[in-house]
């Protein structure tokens, strides 16, 4: 099977996120403003490709889902919230101890998240314009993604490591593709 590999590279050095903020609500309080500049590094693409592994947003709150066994996940979300952002996120486990929710709560952060990166499992994607980075800053985003989303295993008679991503967005399968 034969597919174009884009060779472009294009660094960049910040984002701004309230760049996607499309409508300003009336109601409840004000949140605190994001950031002017977010910095385009390790962090930042961690950050991103959890969330798309593990993200989901509510109308006034960002939330990851994780397993019983991934608290370290949490709290790396937890640090990046407050470094990147500076924004707490609290750590909830689950009554019966069945998955680990990291939740930050700002209603300007939810829609920005939402329009950069999709909203719902079917429609999520990686920034469009973190494809032309760097193959050295691209191995960070996919490396988050499949913390999330991914499997690693030796098969039968291998003695090599596998790692397979499985997604049901038809967009990142294809940004996936591409990086890898």
């Given at each position: 099977?034969?597919?174009?590999?884009?060779?472009?590279?294009?660094?960049?050095?910040?984002?701004?996120?309230?760049?996607?903020?499309?409508?300003?609500?009336?109601?409840?309080?004000?949140?605190?403003?994001?950031?002017?500049?977010?910095?385009?590094?390790?962090?930042?693409?961690?950050?991103?490709?959890?969330?798309?592994?593990?993200?989901s947003?509510?109308?006034?709150?960002?939330?990851?889902s994780?397993?019983?066994?991934?608290?370290?996940?949490?709290?790396?979300?937890?640090?990046?919230?407050?470094?990147?952002?500076?924004?707490?996120?609290?750590?909830?486990?689950?009554?019966?101890?069945?998955?680990?929710?990291?939740?930050?709560?700002?209603?300007?952060?939810?829609?920005?998240?939402?329009?950069?990166?999709?909203?719902?499992?079917?429609?999520?994607?990686?920034?469009?314009?973190?494809?032309?980075?760097?193959?050295?800053?691209?191995?960070?985003?996919?490396d988050?993604?499949?913390?999330?989303?991914?499997?690693?295993?030796?098969?039968?008679?291998?003695?090599?490591?596998?790692?397979?991503?499985?997604?049901i967005?038809?967009?990142?399968?294809?940004?996936?593709?591409?990086?890898?």
């Amino acid at each position: 099977v034969m597919h174009p590999i884009d060779d472009t590279v294009r660094a960049f050095t910040s984002v701004d996120l309230r760049t996607y903020i499309r409508t300003r609500s009336r109601k409840g309080p004000k949140p605190p403003a994001l950031p002017e500049r977010i910095s385009v590094d390790r962090d930042l693409l961690r950050f991103v490709g959890l969330w798309v592994a593990e993200g989901s947003t509510h109308r006034a709150y960002v939330r990851f889902s994780f397993g019983p066994s991934e608290m370290h996940f949490a709290e790396d979300v937890q640090t990046m919230c407050r470094r990147l952002l500076g924004l707490s996120a609290g750590i909830h486990v689950r009554p019966r101890g069945d998955g680990i929710e990291v939740t930050c709560c700002h209603a300007y952060l939810a829609q920005a998240m939402g329009e950069w990166c999709g909203k719902g499992a079917e429609f999520k994607h990686l920034p469009f314009e973190f494809q032309d980075l760097p193959p050295t800053q691209q191995r960070v985003l996919l490396d988050a993604l499949c913390d999330g989303d991914g499997t690693e295993f030796i098969p039968h008679r291998s003695r090599h490591q596998h790692r397979s991503y499985t997604t049901i967005s038809r967009t990142l399968a294809e940004q996936v593709v591409d990086i890898v």
